[in-house]
């Protein structure tokens, strides 16, 4: 059974910096696609970041330079930093495996197949 574990999560102050992780099953094969999300309260879950086994990465608009998605493919671990960051990005943080092809949904979203259980990320004003 594939598992995904956050981790990292908490309070910060706005204009600081956070690293979330995602401890994750052992790929199944050499293609594979990640990706973090998030929700705030009230809001739909929204794609964040994704990664693939290709080395190529995407950034939603809102975080654009702001943050950092990485895989460490031999721990097992997918990261996510997030600097500067504003009380906008408060919410749960989920990561999510993918399709190994990266298939998205009709939104162009990420079409996850397995979820984090998530962990919450406060930045405070």
């Known amino acids: 059974q594939v598992q995904l574990v956050e981790s990292g999560g908490g309070t910060v102050q706005a204009g600081g910096s956070l690293v979330v992780s995602c401890t994750h099953s052992p790929y199944t094969s050499s293609n594979y696609c990640m990706g973090w999300f998030r929700q705030a309260p009230g809001k739909e879950r929204e794609e964040v970041a994704v990664?693939?086994?290709?080395?190529?990465?995407s950034y939603e608009d809102f975080v654009k330079g702001r943050a950092i998605i990485s895989e460490d493919a031999v721990k097992n671990i997918m990261y996510l930093q997030m600097n500067s960051l504003k009380t906008e990005d408060n919410g749960m943080y989920y990561c999510g495996e993918g399709l190994a092809t990266c298939l998205v949904d009709e939104d162009g979203r990420l079409n996850v197949r397995y979820w984090g259980q998530g962990i919450q990320v406060t930045v405070s004003s």
């Open positions: 990664i693939d086994s290709d080395g190529s990465w």
